[in-house]
């Protein structure tokens, strides 16, 4: 991951959920400043000991609370805040992140328009960020195995949203199986023409940027 992060002298680095510090000893000193985020106070603790004599700045918090300043972001996170790393990512200014996740996760966000899994958070997922994976770890690399398959993924921006925007795309999915224009109507949301027989999970993504962009815009 440090690798493929290619993280030059003068980017500033992020990484969410130091865990023990495996990673983090790994990453402070390669770019201009680091910081690293964990919500654990073993964890934290561990880390702190793990990068002691190190520039490295390690933070007792969460960082979904906060919008740090970064150019490259490194992590293995907890794979339960998957969506919600990709909702917080959506609203970021940043160059690239290279992320640790569960496969199924990431074939999520990667579905496309019309099928099972195409989800709110697919249609942010490929709206904000152009998603690749660089190849599945193996579980025995973990401890402990997990039952899960895993992949890097690498997350460059597309388009940078607000946070109005990201709640109304996750609130208009949660009506993905019904009629466009009946859901619309139902949440209030603003419909400048008729989608016919259409449903929500058919939209592209680019659709649902048009109907959950704010008032005005």
């Keep these: 991951m440090v690798s493929l992060a290619a993280i030059g002298p003068k980017e500033r680095v992020l990484e969410i959920g ?3 510090g495996a990673l ?3 990453l402070v000193g390669l770019g201009t400043s680091f910081v690293g985020y964990e919500v654990d106070r073993m964890n934290f603790e561990a880390t702190l000991r793990a990068v002691r004599g190190t520039q490295g700045r390690i933070l007792l918090a969460d960082v979904f609370d906060e919008i740090p300043e970064f150019d490259v972001l490194v992590s293995s996170l ?4 998957s969506a919600t790393f990709v909702r917080w990512l959506s609203g970021v200014a940043f160059d690239r992140a290279i992320v640790l996740m569960q496969e ?3 074939s999520k966000i990667k579905s496309p328009p019309g099928t099972r899994d195409y989800r709110g958070i697919s249609a942010l997922a ?3 960020f152009d998603v690749r994976t660089l190849g599945r770890v193996n579980r025995a690399s973990f401890s402990p195995r997990p ?3 895993s992949v890097i993924a690498v ?4 388009l940078l949203i607000s946070r109005a925007e990201v709640s109304q795309i996750i609130r208009l ?3 993905r199986r019904r009629l466009v224009d009946s859901a619309l109507a139902e949440l209030g949301m603003k419909r400048e023409w008729s989608f016919g027989q259409r449903r929500v999970y058919s939209l592209t993504p680019e659709e649902v940027h048009l109907l959950c962009l704010p008032a005005g815009v």
Aim: with cysteine; net charge positive.
């Design 147 to 149: 039952k899960v398959g």
């Design 173 to 175: 999915f949660s009506l």
């Design 78 to 81: 907890p794979y339960s805040e």
């Design 155 to 158: 997350f460059v921006p597309r």
């Design 24 to 26: 983090t000893k790994e």
């Design 126 to 128: 490929q709206l904000c």
């Design 18 to 20: 130091t865990g023990r």
């Design 104 to 106: 199924d996760f990431v």
